[in-house]
């Protein structure tokens, strides 16, 4: 079964059991960046010097992309020329890429909805793991490139980028050191596994989500400080 970078992203992020979404802020923004990463490999947008264009608003068959895409070019058109910022839609775009990707993975039947009250009162969501053949073979080629440091092809390569632009190494590797997880993805991430077109969208779209997740574990840390004070 074919799935995009952000639905990848996604089962990551999704406790099997549990459903609750770990680490959930900084994988929201992972999300979406993989979605803008998906149309950057299709051909249907581009990336330059953080700037973002539809050069291709032709359909791609993937219903999540295609929804992005529709969304994103009447978004660009807005701007205008050269004003539409890729940090700029990931702030705008990210709850709602989140809520669809996960609504395509219930829809595939990969997680499923379970609705709970907490207290009674408030109505809360979680998404446990229906199938989980899809989140195996990914964790598989994960492992490849990371313990048996095996070359990774181009849609690998681009989601652990994704992974350590937003700082979410412990979501594929819990079990092994951090250091040794976050040098081999920041190897993978700088290299040259695209061609060059694809390959400067995929690095302008790690320098966007990497800005945004630095912000909001900042955020997150002044917040828990502030608390404890």
């Known amino acids: 079964m074919h799935v995009t970078l952000a639905e990848e992203l996604m089962l990551l992020s999704l406790d099997d059991e549990s459903g609750v979404a770990k680490d959930s802020s900084s994988a929201g923004w992972a999300v979406?960046?993989?979605?803008?990463?998906?149309?950057?490999?299709?051909?249907?947008?581009?990336?330059?010097?953080?700037?973002?264009?539809?050069?291709?608003?032709?359909?791609?068959?993937?219903?999540?992309?295609?929804?992005?895409?529709e969304r994103l070019a009447e978004?660009?058109?807005?701007?205008?020329?050269?004003?539409?910022?890729?940090?700029?839609?990931?702030?705008?775009?990210h709850p709602t890429a989140v809520r669809a990707t996960v609504r395509r993975l219930c829809e595939r039947g990969l997680v499923v909805e379970e609705r709970h009250r907490v207290l009674g009162l408030f109505p809360v969501r979680r998404y446990p793991e229906a199938d989980g053949s899809v989140e195996r073979e990914l964790r598989g080629r994960l492992t490849a490139v990371i313990r048996h440091h095996e070359a990774p092809d181009v849609r690998t390569a681009t989601l652990i980028a994704l992974l350590h632009a937003a700082r979410l190494h412990g979501l594929a590797f819990s079990d092994l050191p951090r250091a040794?997880?976050?040098?081999?993805?920041?190897?993978?991430?700088?290299?040259?596994w695209a061609g060059e077109s694809v390959g400067?969208?995929?690095?302008?779209m790690h320098v966007a989500v990497a800005a945004i997740a630095a912000v909001t574990v900042a955020t997150a840390a002044t917040a828990a400080t502030a608390a404890v004070s």
Do not use: C, M, Y
């Not at 490999?41 to 608003?57: C, K, M, N």
């Not at 978004?75 to 702030?91: E, N, Y």
């Not at 400067?200 to 302008?204: D, F, K, L, S, Y």
């Open 75 to 93: 978004w660009v058109g807005r701007k205008g020329p050269g004003k539409a910022k890729a940090a700029d839609w990931l702030t705008k775009d």
């Open 32 to 69: 979406a960046g993989g979605l803008l990463a998906d149309l950057a490999l299709a051909g249907r947008i581009a990336l330059d010097e953080g700037r973002l264009s539809v050069t291709d608003p032709t359909p791609t068959g993937d219903p999540l992309l295609d929804g992005r895409l």
């Open 200 to 204: 400067q969208a995929i690095r302008n």
């Open 180 to 192: 040794r997880v976050e040098l081999r993805f920041a190897e993978i991430a700088a290299g040259d």
